[in-house]
C-alpha cells in the first residue's frame, strides 16, 4: 500500500484470540473460518491468530497425527477465504523427512507466502517440546504487500537476539504467535501476562517497530491460556488490547509513518552498529567451541 509520494499508508491488523480444540483441526478450521469472516466485515488487511491455532497446543501423541506440509491444500483454503485479507495461522509442518515443526504461515493470495518454523523449543516447568519438535534453523524477515515483518513463536521472543535479528533483517512489524498460560499472580495481574507485556513494549520501543501480540485463551489438559493480546506502536503505547480469558477480535491501525518518526527521533537502529555484533560473536564462539570453532 502506498500514499502520497509513495509512502506507505496505514492498514489495519486484526488479532484472533481464540480457545482451539485439541486436536480437532476440522472444528478449529470453523472457527478461523468464523473470525476470518469476521475480520473482512472490519476491514481488516492482515488477521493474526495464536500459536498452533489449527490444531491446539499441548498435543503430544497427537502432533503426528494433525501434522500438514506447508504445502497442504488446507492453507490454501484458509487463504482462500480470506480474499484480499492476509492471514497468519499456528500449525504442526511436517517435513518430506518426517519432522515436526511448530511452524507459523502467513498466506496471502491463495498461497503460503512464508513459513517461520519455532527456533526455541521450552523443556521447562511443564513445557517440553522439543519432546515431540524439531527446532527451527532460520531467524529471518520477508517482504509482504504490507511491508516487511518478521514472524516468531511464543518462546522464540523470549530470546532477545530473535526479534533483534528480524528487525536489522528489516522488519517494521513483529508478529507473535502464543500459546502463553497463566502464571503467578502479581496483585490483580497474572505475573506471565505482566511479562509479556514488558517484552512487547520493550521490543517495540528498542528496535521501532510495531509488535502484534496473539495470545490464545481457554483451558486445555487443566493448564490456562489468558488471551490478553495487543498491539504495541514503536513507541511503546498500547494502540489495541484483547480482554483477558475470553474470546475476542482485536483491530488496530498500523502506520509505517509512526515506524519512521520513531526511527527518526531515536535513531538507534541507523546506529546499530552490527561489525560489533559480528566481532564479538566470534569471540564468544571462540570461548565457548574452542579455538577452532
Known sequence: MTGVGDRPQAWRIGLAQIAPALGDVDRNVALHLRFVEQARSAGVDLLIFPELSLTGYNLQDLTAEVAMPASAPLLRKLSQAAGPMDVVVGFVEEDRDFRFYNSAAYLSGGSVVYCHRKAYLPTYGMFDEARYFAAGQRVAAFETRLGPMGLMICEDAWHASVPWLLAQDGAQTLIILSSGPGRGVLGPSLGSAETWYLLNRAYAHLFGVYVAYCNR???????NFWGGSEVVDPFAAVVAQAD???EDLVVAEVDPQVVRRS????????????????????RIRRRVWGEQA
Open 217 to 223: 485463551y481457554g483451558f486445555e489438559d487443566g493448564v
Open 244 to 246: 483477558q480469558f475470553s
Open 263 to 282: 526511527r527518526t527521533i531515536t535513531p538507534l537502529h541507523r546506529d546499530e552498529r552490527l561489525e560489533i555484533a559480528w566481532n564479538e560473536l566470534m
